[in-house]
């Protein structure tokens, strides 16, 4: 079993920035992807951004491309969300998720994850 925990939310004024972090332990070699979702009260858990831990390769929502970067530090088993120029429509719970390999299925797809973070709030006001 891994253990994802995630860090960094809270309240920023439209334009500015914030720093998410998720810490990844426990049985975390057979992690294959980590991705951030976040989702607003009465909307659908989307998909943001994912990192391929082996290839460094990462995919982004169209809402936050050129604003947000995901990154992940192998030595530190962590993988951050760095959000530029941030909206009141990116207000939401954010969370991190990890899926194996063997999940399969698209990047952005909630169900196709198997280990998730408690969430973080994000607040951005106007």
């Known amino acids: 079993q891994a253990q994802l925990v995630e860090s960094g939310g809270g309240s920023v004024q439209a334009g500015g920035s914030l720093r998410l972090s998720c810490a990844a332990s426990?049985?975390?070699?057979?992690?294959?992807?980590i991705g951030w979702f976040r989702q607003a009260p009465g909307k659908e858990r989307e998909g943001i951004a994912t990192v391929f831990i082996g290839t460094g390769l990462t995919y982004y929502a169209a809402s936050v491309t050129g604003r947000f970067t995901i990154s992940h530090d192998n030595a530190q088993n962590t993988v951050s969300l760095q959000m530029n120029s941030l909206k009141p429509e990116d207000t939401a719970m954010y969370y991190c998720?990890?899926?194996?390999?063997?999940?399969?299925?698209?990047?952005?797809?909630?169900?196709?994850?198997?280990?998730w973070g408690q969430g973080t709030q994000v607040t951005v006001s106007s």
């Open positions: 998720a990890a899926k194996s390999l063997f999940d399969g299925g698209n990047w952005n797809d909630p169900a196709t994850y198997t280990y």
């Open positions: 426990g049985f975390t070699s057979n992690i294959y992807s």
